[in-house]
């Protein structure tokens, strides 16, 4: 990511460096043409909840964003400084009609964005995020003269009934009787109240690490390894049995040990899905093509069936509810209960993982090793202009021929799987970058199927 990306717009929505591709303007004409939609939909007048993470820019884009929606004609309930699973639930709780949320996810600063919810309190389908595109492209001119009978309100219990629709998906007595010791990481982010007061609801002594929603990141946003060092040195010196890290706006979430070691996002589903499928003695679970075999592994434990999806969430979640799934999500640490909303949530992954501990008696080490490992390689490279599609499109085709013996997926860039690995080259939704990732049971493999992919695009990957 440079200082002059372009505006990125996909399924993910529209995120851009603020004051130059991302503007109030912006936000004010992308808020104006999904509220339209909103509109057409609804056959009334349509009520938008409205949340942000704790980026300084945030406020003053999501006042762009209420007047494009009232410029539209919805009424708008402001939640404030919230998770964006928050305004999944909210979406649902007001029976409004859908919802936007500024942030740029797990960007760092001077990145931020604008994630719309349909009136299911999740992201629109792929196919309807490509009409909002549109209509932001072709969109000219001001808004219209807001109505004054349109109004703007302000909401303060979105997090309350976050926590509590968290809570009715597990028992909390097992956990509250246990005490645990834990630390977590809410980056200085919007999860910061809701993450703290859900964790002592649930009985744990917390070490609250970067817990003022100031939008200051502590560290580099993204919850990966090489950004947590605060977070696993808290967790190996002192008392606890687990250490959680949020992204800015809460949806996703890495896990450390009590010793310290990085379990990562890949294990978030993982141990999630455990947890829903051995309640429910089997399910369908939906994640994308990029996440790790170890969900296909615990599926198959409890009988039950995984649904693979492009990547985007709102490709899983249309999947989820085609499929009345269990459980969904991606290997980046989002985890999307139904009975919670179908937004990514690490309120509700934090809950499973500490669930699965209490009701099993095992600690977080031992629920980690009875899951099949893998390694898992990642690696990125800066693509020309705004990226997408087009801009992989001839190394598609080259890798597609290079393993044309071998089981292809090209519902979303290209998947390659072999007996016991798989390779995934791909566009980013939300940055002028191409993906590669790579599993296998050893890391050798996983990074001679990188390497090769990379010599075919002629690659420098970071």
């Known amino acids: 990511m440079t200082d002059h990306a372009p505006l990125m717009l996909s399924v993910s929505g529209a995120r851009g460096i603020v004051g130059e ?15 339209s939609r909103l509109v057409s939909t609804s056959g009334g007048i349509p009520t938008a909840c409205l949340g942000r993470d704790s980026r300084v820019s945030g406020e003053l884009l999501a006042q762009a964003a209420a007047n494009g929606l009232m410029a539209a004609g919805c009424n708008v309930i402001d939640l404030g400084v919230v998770a964006t699973p928050t305004i999944g639930v909210m979406v649902t709780a007001t029976a409004s009609g859908g919802g936007i949320m500024i942030t740029a996810s797990h960007n760092p600063n001077p990145w931020n964005g604008i994630k719309c919810i349909g009136p299911g309190g999740s992201a629109p389908p792929a196919a309807v995020a490509e009409e909002v595109i549109a209509g932001f492209r072709d969109h000219e001119g001001d808004l219209p003269p807001i109505d004054p009978e349109r109004t703007l309100s302000m909401e303060s219990r979105g997090d309350d009934t976050h926590i509590a629709r968290v809570l009715g998906q597990i028992d909390p007595a ?12 809410s980056v200085n982010g919007a999860g910061c109240r809701s993450g703290l007061k859900l964790l002592e609801l649930l009985g744990c002594d917390v070490l609250h690490l970067n817990g003022d929603p100031t939008g200051d990141f502590a560290h580099t946003p993204e919850p990966r390894e090489s950004n947590l060092g605060s977070l696993m040195e808290v967790a190996a010196e002192s008392d606890v049995v687990i250490g959680f890290a949020q992204d800015p706006d809460a949806d996703r979430l890495a896990i450390v040990d009590g010793h310290g070691r990085y379990i990562g996002e890949e294990y978030t589903l993982a141990l999630a899905t455990e947890y829903m499928l051995r309640q429910r003695e089997g399910g369908v679970v939906v994640t994308n093509l990029s996440t790790s075999r170890m969900v296909d592994d615990i599926a198959a434990r409890y009988g039950g069936r995984v649904v693979r999806t492009p990547v985007g969430e709102a490709n899983v979640v249309e999947a989820m509810r085609r499929e009345d799934a269990l459980i969904g999500g991606e290997g980046n640490g989002g985890v999307i209960i139904p009975g919670v909303c179908h937004i990514r949530d690490s309120l509700g992954a934090m809950a499973l993982v500490l669930a699965s501990m209490a009701e099993t008696g095992r600690s977080l080490e031992e629920l980690v090793d009875d899951i099949p490992s893998y390694a898992m390689i990642k690696r990125s490279c800066a693509l020309p202009g705004s990226g997408g599609p087009g801009a992989v499109a001839p190394v598609l085709e080259a890798v597609r021929s290079h393993f044309a013996s071998a089981s292809i997926d090209a519902s979303d860039g290209v998947r390659i799987d072999f007996d016991d690995a798989w390779v995934h080259v791909r566009a980013s939704n939300t940055e002028p970058i191409a993906r590669i990732i790579s599993e296998a049971p050893q890391a050798k493999v996983a990074e001679e199927l990188i390497a090769t992919v990379a010599d075919l695009a002629g690659w420098t990957m970071a």
């Open 174 to 185: 097992p956990i509250c009787a246990k005490n645990y010791g834990v630390v977590l990481d």
């Open 21 to 35: 591709s991302m503007t109030p303007e912006v936000a004010a004409r992308f808020a104006s043409v999904f509220g």
